[in-house]
């Protein structure tokens, strides 16, 4: 099962919007609506920031949303913020197989 | 909710280790929880599950090597990781499940290195 596929970097301003791609396949990202995005900063720990494709944990921003067509999960972020500067991964559930994937990560820099 | 993890540290090509997850805040036996590891300077990878009702997953790239357990007495889970190779080294997190597959809490992290 290979790595679900987002770019390698991102860059917006402070208060623009950014969208983050994330494709998978029909076994994974099409056919589960249990996409997760992660928020990383550097040698921190991964946060959850948005589950089930589209819902925000309390704690999360509400600058950040998810959505999903087809075989791709997409990450937005409003209003762009020194802080959302990171590494964001998303993640989906492929079945009970191979049970979870991981995206390879979008660094995201805020200019 | 705290996540704790213990037992990393560096070992031969061919050795073993033990990871624990030490959970508090919560009881383990209710949840699916799960090692995700990442090598210095790229993405997340996930490990290995087990669920609530005891059942146990592994990725591809550890099958066979690596065994997940638990003590809910203990309030613990653990990775047993043997044959270990060059290419598992990484950083392991610990986590727990939350809604709808997603890791809603993650210890800090144990780094395992594997070097001769």
């Known amino acids: 099962q290979s790595a679900l596929t987002q770019p390698a970097s991102v860059s917006g301003s402070p208060g623009q919007s950014i969208t983050i791609s994330c494709t998978g396949t029909?076994?994974?990202?099409?056919?589960?609506?249990?996409v997760s995005w992660y928020q990383q900063h550097p040698g921190k720990v991964p946060k959850l920031m948005i589950y089930?494709?589209?819902k925000r944990p309390s704690g999360a921003s509400n600058r950040f949303s998810g959505s999903k067509s087809g075989n791709t999960a997409s990450l937005t972020i409003s209003g762009l913020q020194a802080e959302d500067e990171a590494d964001y991964y998303c993640c989906s559930y492929v079945g009970n197989r191979d049970f979870i994937i991981f995206g390879g990560g979008t660094k995201l820099t805020v200019l | 909710v705290q996540l704790v993890e213990s037992g990393g540290g560096l070992v031969q090509p061919g050795g073993s280790l033990r990871l624990s997850c030490a959970a508090s805040g919560f009881t383990l036996g209710s949840y699916d929880m799960h090692w995700v590891r990442q090598g210095t300077g790229k993405g997340l990878e996930w490990v290995s599950a087990?669920?609530?009702?005891?059942?146990?997953y592994y990725a591809d790239s550890v099958k066979g090597r690596f065994t997940i357990s638990r003590e809910i007495a203990k309030n613990s889970f653990y990775l047993q990781m043997n044959s270990l190779r060059a290419e598992d080294t990484a950083v392991y997190f610990c986590s727990r499940e939350g809604y709808a597959e997603s890791f809603d809490y993650w210890g800090q992290g144990t780094l395992v290195t594997v070097s001769s």
């Open positions: 087990i669920g609530e009702t005891g059942t146990t």
């Open positions: 029909s076994n994974d990202v099409g056919s589960y609506n249990l």
């Open positions: 089930e494709v589209n």
